[in-house]
Each structure stands twice: as structure tokens, then as C-alpha cells.
């Protein structure tokens, strides 16, 4: 119930208990003055009767003096004092319309019929003292009848009197206890009118204002410094505080979702620092190798809910191959087909949960395939690789634009890697061959000669030429030599081990780095090139053109040269081989 409604109600019965205060306090009031109007009856019965009475006795002395003294003075003054007695009798019969009561009114009849007969007798003794029956007039007011009719009028009016008085006595008694009654009732009224109204002022103020208000002053002074892990009170009251609480629980949670908005906003502050610190890293990445540790460091920080897995497109296989996965059990992914995944088809996200009804992807696992999302990483309009992500949360949406960024942002990283492989490959690769340029063979033969320096091993040196090559061409034509000079990269690519470098030195010169290879090891690959270069048929244009031969000189650091000049000193092998007969292989001096 509303504090309003409460207010009211005890406003309602306030005035109740106002108006009957009021009215019980006129009613005494009117009873004090019935009180007051009895008292003066009483006394005005009481002057009358006893000024009647006084009227008598002083009315039969004067009708006795007359009598004695028959004079016309003497019977004129009892004349008046009849009209004195007669008013007198008037009023005390007007007395019927003061609440006489009919026994009064008897007595009081009585009376003044006493009254009456003394009055007559008088005038019958008067009128004989007139005639001169003086004796006769003095026996009539002068016997023992005469003062028992005077002592019965006095009688009658005592008797009249004393009932007159008990019955005001008994009025005035009760018109007293009427007061009084109602006296104590108007204050009983005040009384219970001040103790509501302290009732309700304390109800209202205790239960209904202080105890609440005091539980919501301590949540407002923590919602006040923003601790909105604070419970709002569920107050059932319908009233100004319930609705100040209702309030207070609105404004906790408005500041819980101003709070989870911040929080977010901070998030994604945070995201987006860690893309631009990991797009910076990207920047100087070098290598694919190293891409994939970025994106290895990164990626689980920038979408810190979700697995992940890079997969790169190998060209050669058609496949993309995982190099990178994050967030997810230990294990190996085999490689898969850009047709297995349809993000891959499609050129865009795809995550099946993302809408009511989609396709899942066939290289995803089928227990997580409705929570999985995939990413391709497009350049130039191709697809060269892909991030997949396994929703460890699916109560929770993917940050979408956070994975397409993420995407974005990778795939300009692989492609201008790409791009910088491609010109690298350009610069320090031979186009017709594949094979490495002179261009790329001073950094690699110093880094070569430092790494045997380091570890005490030797470096060998091979400089293969191919024997008279410009007279192949004269009959051949310069596609069958380009052809020969393709296989022959073929097969010194075939014939050396992984750690040895074959470079194309110029025209139909090449030359080979051997690390950790003596003089005699040198001296047997030299002789194995020889042989199978002699023994490999070169078919061009369904001919057989072959076979050719070469000329190789072998030189061994620190043998046979110094660092500085240890392809010098294989070139002069190999200008020795081609003077002593071409076909051979020829071992350079030792350093003097």
C-alpha cells in the first residue's frame, strides 16, 4: 500500500475522531448549560415560592392590622399586596412550561387554593370590620383554623420546594454526568486522534521510510562509486520508496551494462592494440617461418575464446597444409583440399552456426562442425591460405569482424611475403635453370666459410663447364643447349645431398659448395657428376642429343686456397682440365 493511501486513510480517521471529539465537546457543553438552567430554576423556584410565602404571612398580618385598625390606609396596602399574590400565583402556574412535574403542580395547586381561601377570608373579615362586625371580623382571623390553613399554605409551598428541588437536583446530576461523560469521551477522541497520528508517523517512518531508506542509501553510496555488485532490495511496497528502489534497480542495471559496454569497449581497445602490434610484427617478417610464429604468439591472445588452426596453400600439391594451430588438444592435421571447405569455394566466413540452417565444412570434426568457423585468406581475388576456429563458447557470438580482420591482415602478410619470395627467387635464382646466380653466391659462400671456420670443418669447391657448348649450339640451335644446360641442373640437383649448394655461375659454367667435404670426397662427387653427366641421354625434340661431357676443377679450403680466393683457385682447375683434354676432373694446388 502506498504511503499516499496510508496518509489518507489516517487523515479520514483523524477527522473522524476530530468531528466526534467536536460533537461529544458541544454536547457536554449543551449539558453544562442544562446544567446551568436547572440551578437557575431552582433558584427561581425557590425565590418564588418563598416570596409567595413571605406574601402570605405578610398579607394575613396586614388583613389582621386592618381588621384591628379599620382604617382606609390599612385595607388599601392589603388591596395591593392581593395584586402581589395574585402576580405571584401567575408565575408560579406559568411554572407548567419549566418542567414542573404534575405531583409539583398538585402541591403547588394545594397552596395557593390555601392561599386562595385565606384571601377570601380575609376579604370576608374586612368587608365585616367595614359593617362594624369587628368581633366577628377578629374571630375569623384569629382562630385555630385560620393559622392551620396559614400553616398548611406554608406546608404546601415547602412540600412544593423540597420536590421541586430534588427533581433540578437530579437533573442537574445528570446533565453533570452528561458533561462529564462527554468531556471524557471529546478527550478520549483527542487522546486516540494523537496516538494515530503518532501510530502512523512512526509506522511510516520506522517500516515504510527509515528502514528503507537507510538499505538505499547504502546501495546508492556503492552504486556511487560504481560497485555494481551491490543487490538493489526487492521492496513490495507500493509506494514513493518502492519506486525509488525500482529506480535504484534500473539505474544498478543500466550501470552493469554501461559497465559490461565498457568492458567490452576496453576489449576491443585491447584487440585492436594487439592487431596493430601484431601487424607491425608482420611487417617485419622476413619469412613464412616467421609469419607463422607471429600469428602462433598472437592469435590466441586477439581471440583468446576460440582454437585455431593456419593452414598455407602449396601450390605444387594443391592442398593446404597446417602450419600453425593454438587453443586446441595436442595432435597433428592432415592437410585438405580447398573443395573440402566451403569457405574456400565460397571466397568468404562461413560459420554454419551463424545461421538457422547451413552446410558444414567436410575437413571439420562432425561433433564440432556446427560450432566451427572458417576463414579464408584471399589475395588477389585467390585464396592462398585459411584460418578455421573452434568455438569453445556457442553460448557467445564469434567476434565476426574481429576473425576477417584477422584473416585480412595475414593474408597481405603471406602475400607480400609471397611477392618478396617471388623477386628473391627472380634476383638470386637462375630462370633457366633454377638453379641459384653468381648473384646470390658471395653472401652464401661467406656464410659458408664462416659456419667450417667456426666448427673446423673443410669447404670444397667444384667449377663444372660444359665442353665445347658453343659448338652444341652451333648445331643444335640455342634451345637444344638451353635444354642441356636444364638437365644438367636436374641432375646435379638429383646427385647432391641437401646441404649442398649448385649455382650457375654464367653461359655453361657451374659452380658447387661442398660443406664439410675433404679433398677425396670432393675428387668423388666430381667423379660421380662426370660419370652420370656422360651417361645421361638428352632427348630433344624425340632426339637424342646427347651425350655431352664436362670439365670440372675441384679446389678444398684451406688446402688449396684461402678464403678469398677459393673459387679462383677451382676456376684455374678447371681451366687446367679443359687444357689437358676436357673431360676430366683436375684437383687445384696446394697453397704455397
Known amino acids: 500500500m502506498r504511503i499516499a493511501t496510508i496518509t489518507n486513510f489516517a487523515y479520514v480517521a483523524t477527522v473522524t475522531l476530530t468531528l466526534i471529539s467536536g460533537v461529544a465537546l458541544f454536547l457536554a457543553s449543551h449539558a453544562e448549560r442544562d446544567e446551568r438552567t436547572t440551578v437557575a430554576r431552582i433558584r427561581l423556584f425557590d425565590a418564588l415560592t418563598d416570596n409567595l410565602e413571605k406574601e402570605a404571612f405578610a398579607l394575613s398580618n396586614l388583613a389582621r392590622e386592618a381588621v384591628l385598625k379599620p382604617l382606609a390606609e390599612n385595607v388599601q396596602s392589603w388591596k395591593t399586596r392581593v395584586q402581589q399574590d395574585i402576580t405571584l ?4 402556574e406559568e411554572l407548567r412550561s419549566q418542567g414542573a412535574s404534575s405531583e409539583e403542580l398538585h402541591v403547588l ?5 390555601t392561599l386562595a381561601q385565606l384571601e377570601e377570608e380575609q376579604r370576608i373579615a374586612l368587608a365585616d370590620a367595614e359593617a362594624g362586625k369587628t368581633p366577628d371580623a377578629i ?7 385560620y393559622d392551620e390553613k396559614v400553616s398548611e399554605a406554608e406546608y404546601r409551598f415547602a412540600h412544593f420546594r423540597s420536590l421541586a428541588d430534588q427533581r433540578l437536583q437530579a437533573e442537574m446530576t445528570g446533565a453533570t454526568e452528561r458533561s462529564v461523560r462527554l468531556r471524557t469521551l471529546s478527550e478520549v477522541m483527542v487522546g486516540l486522534t494523537a496516538l494515530l497520528f503518532l501510530f502512523v508517523l512512526g509506522f511510516i517512518i520506522k517500516h515504510r521510510i527509515l528502514r528503507p531508506v537507510v538499505t538505499l542509501s547504502d546501495v546508492i553510496n556503492r552504486l556511487a562509486t560504481q560497485d555494481y555488485a551491490v543487490e538493489a532490495p526487492m521492496l513490495a511496497q507500493v509506494d514513493e520508496i518502492g519506486d525509488m528502489a525500482q529506480a535504484i534497480r534500473i539505474f544498478r542495471e543500466n550501470g552493469l551494462a554501461r559497465q559490461r559496454l565498457e568492458q567490452e569497449r576496453d576489449a576491443e581497445w585491447g584487440t585492436r592494440t594487439l592487431l596493430a602490434r601484431m601487424t607491425q610484427r608482420l611487417q617485419g617478417c622476413d619469412s613464412q617461418q616467421a609469419i607463422v610464429r607471429v600469428v602462433s604468439r598472437f592469435a590466441p591472445e586477439i581471440i583468446p575464446d576460440m582454437g585455431g588452426r593456419l593452414y598455407i596453400l602449396n601450390p605444387r600439391t594443391h592442398r593446404m597444409k597446417c602450419v600453425a594451430r593454438w587453443g586446441l588438444p595436442p595432435g ?15 571466397g568468404q566466413l562461413h560459420s554454419p552456426a551463424k545461421d538457422a ?6 575437413h571439420i570434426q562432425p561433433d564440432i562442425a556446427a560450432r566451427a568457423v572458417c576463414v579464408p585468406l584471399n589475395a588477389q581475388n585467390k585464396s592462398i591460405g585459411l584460418l578455421t576456429f573452434d568455438n569453445y563458447t556457442p553460448q557467445k557470438e564469434p567476434p565476426y569482424a574481429y576473425l576477417e580482420l584477422l584473416a585480412e591482415t595475414l593474408a597481405l602478410a603471406f602475400a607480400n611475403q609471397i611477392l618478396r619470395d617471388t623477386l628473391t627467387e627472380k634476383a638470386t635464382y637462375d630462370s633457366l635453370t633454377g638453379l641459384r646466380n653468381r648473384h646470390s653466391l658471395d653472401e652464401t659462400l661467406r656464410t659458408m666459410l664462416e659456419q667450417a671456420m667456426v666448427e673446423g670443418s673443410m669447404l670444397s669447391c667444384l667449377m663444372m663447364d660444359v665442353d665445347y657448348f658453343k659448338t652444341f649450339n652451333d648445331q643444335h640451335g640455342h634451345d637444344a643447349g638451353d635444354k642441356v644446360l636444364r638437365e644438367l641442373a636436374k641432375l646435379m640437383t638429383d646427385t647432391l645431398d641437401e646441404n649442398s649448394v649448385a649455382f650457375r655461375y654464367g653461359g655453361e659454367e657451374f659452380l658447387i659448395i661442398l660443406p664439410d667435404t675433404n679433398e677425396t670426397q670432393a675428387k668423388q662427387v666430381a667423379g660421380t657428376l662426370l660419370s652420370n653427366v656422360l651417361n645421361h641421354p638428352i632427348l630433344f625434340e624425340s632426339q637424342n642429343i646427347g651425350p655431352v661431357s664436362v670439365s670440372i676443377g675441384v679446389a678444398t679450403w684451406p688446402r688449396h686456397a684461402s678464403a678469398d680466393n677459393l673459387v679462383r683457385a677451382a676456376d684455374l682447375a678447371l681451366y687446367l682440365a679443359k687444357e ?13
Not at 109 to 113: E, K, L
Not at 139 to 145: A, D, E, Q, R, Y
Not at 357 to 362: F, W
Open 332 to 346: 597433428e592435421d592432415a592437410p585438405i583440399t580447398p573443395e573440402s571447405c566451403w569457405a574456400l569455394k565460397r
Open 109 to 113: 395547586h394545594d397552596g395557593i387554593t
Open 139 to 145: 374571630n375569623l382571623l384569629f382562630n385555630g383554623n
Open 580 to 592: 689437358q683434354g676436357r673431360g676430366k676432373i683436375v684437383v687445384a694446388r696446394h697453397a704455397g
Open 357 to 362: 540452417v547451413d552446410m558444414p565444412c567436410e
Open 89 to 92: 400565583e401567575n408565575q408560579l
